[in-house]
């Protein structure tokens, strides 16, 4: 197994290169073609003469826009909720993440939303030739489209951004734009992750771990979730929840990076929790 780290750099997600004895499987790409086109040559590297295949962890544009780079010769399979999310919200994203500065737009010049060559439903089984890569989905989380990679012969766990480490929970709250990600299902997600018993975790962002890396981003989503709530039923407002706990969860974790995500998944909750209501 083989990890090009995300370096801490925002918006560079790890990238995961896995072999067996005939294939190579790439788990995302960056950011754009040229970033694309790095990876492929590096997993070509470690491929040798082996087949290489493409899958992405979800569609946001940091772990898929590079797709195109693995254009002739290379096997792409998405599962059809990612698919359906990229037809959906791809074009919409790429002109959202354009004006994150000028270096991000710049590695999405000439981006292409290219479609995979093979989709399933629910999860599926790579056989890479001794080794057996699970693609495995749940629904509705931190996308519609969610997937994880599982090795079971090494217990490798590809998270994607359903975990973070070090890192706080990116909610993709974007109402009335975009409102597909669901704290409720992500945290029982979560729990399915634990259940695998992995012994490696490569999360979509921040260093690699073991079990524990789980675990800490469910007791955060848990802990983000029943204060929320707490707020709510006491009558905070919205910007008065996401206020205060800004603040307490930055004091909880002040070395976790991308802090700016706490507010969008305590608007995330509270809209749930008025739902219930
Ligand atoms: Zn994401």
Redesign the pocket.
């Given at each position: 197994m083989h990890v090009i780290p995300d370096g801490g750099v925002p918006l560079v997600p790890n990238v995961g290169i896995v072999s067996g004895s005939r294939g190579t499987l790439v788990v995302d790409t960056g950011m754009g073609p040229r970033n694309g086109q790095v990876v492929r040559r590096h997993a070509e590297r470690l491929a040798g003469n082996r087949q290489v295949f493409l899958t992405l962890t979800?569609f946001?544009p940091e772990?898929g826009y590079g797709a195109q780079a693995f254009d002739q010769g290379v096997v792409t399979v998405y599962n059809r909720a990612q698919l359906e999310e990229l037809r959906q919200k791809g074009a919409a994203y790429l002109e959202l993440f354009k004006t994150f500065g000028s270096g991000v737009a710049e590695q999405l010049d000439g981006v292409e939303l290219v479609e995979p060559e093979l989709v399933y439903d629910a999860s599926a089984e790579l056989d890479l030739g001794g080794r057996t890569a699970q693609l495995l989905s749940w629904g509705l989380a931190?996308?519609a489209g969610d997937q994880v990679v599982f090795l079971p012969d090494r217990r490798v766990l590809f998270t994607?951004?359903l975990v973070e480490s070090e890192c706080f929970a990116?909610f993709?709250w974007f109402p009335p734009d975009d409102v597909d990600v669901d704290g409720d299902r992500w945290i029982a997600v979560l729990e399915e992750l634990e259940r695998l018993e992995p012994e490696i975790v490569v999360p979509?962002h921040g260093p690699l771990g073991g079990a524990e890396v789980i675990v800490a981003a469910r007791e955060y989503l848990q802990l983000l979730r029943s204060e929320t709530r707490r707020l709510f039923d006491a009558g905070a407002s919205e910007d008065d929840a996401a206020a205060e706990l800004d603040l307490s969860m930055r004091a909880l974790h002040p070395d976790w990076a991308q802090p700016e995500w706490i507010d969008f998944g305590v608007r995330c909750f509270y809209v749930a929790r008025a739902g219930e209501r």
């Open positions: 979800h946001h772990h931190h996308t994607g951004d990116i993709p979509g």
